[in-house]
């Protein structure tokens, strides 16, 4: 079994920032490539950041510049840097990876929870 929980999201002002984290636990063997989506009412979730185990990151046109995200292999954890939040930013963050538990399996993709982003005008 495998976990994924996300934390730092909140309410924010508009040109303010937040932190997210999500810590992976449970029968992990490796983790894989990681990442966050992002899904604000009415709409379709949406990748906002990809990092590989080797760090190559990629982001969503409409966060370069302003989002860095970041992963720490030791404590099994990614992390989001949101800089210059917009109103259009607020959405529930969900935080997935690619876990494998054996070494012998194929990695699975497991998802958070999600935590609430509110930027407010």
């Known amino acids: 079994q495998v976990q994924l929980v996300e934390s730092g999201g909140g309410l924010v002002q508009a040109g303010g920032f937040l932190r997210l984290s999500c810590a992976a636990s449970?029968?992990?063997?490796?983790?894989?490539?990681m990442g966050w989506y992002r899904q604000a009412p009415g709409k379709q979730r949406e990748l906002v950041a990809g990092i590989t185990s080797g760090g190559a990151t990629n982001y969503a046109d409409s966060v370069k510049g302003r989002f860095t995200i970041s992963r720490d292999n030791a404590k099994k954890t990614v992390y989001l840097q949101m800089n210059s939040l917009k109103p259009e930013d607020t959405a529930v963050y969900y935080c997935?990876?690619?876990?494998?538990?054996?070494?012998?399996?194929?990695?699975?993709?497991?998802w958070g929870r999600g935590t609430q982003v509110t930027v407010s005008s």
């Open positions: 997935n990876a690619e876990v494998k538990t054996t070494y012998w399996e194929e990695g699975d993709y497991y």
């Open positions: 449970g029968s992990i063997f490796s983790l894989n490539a």
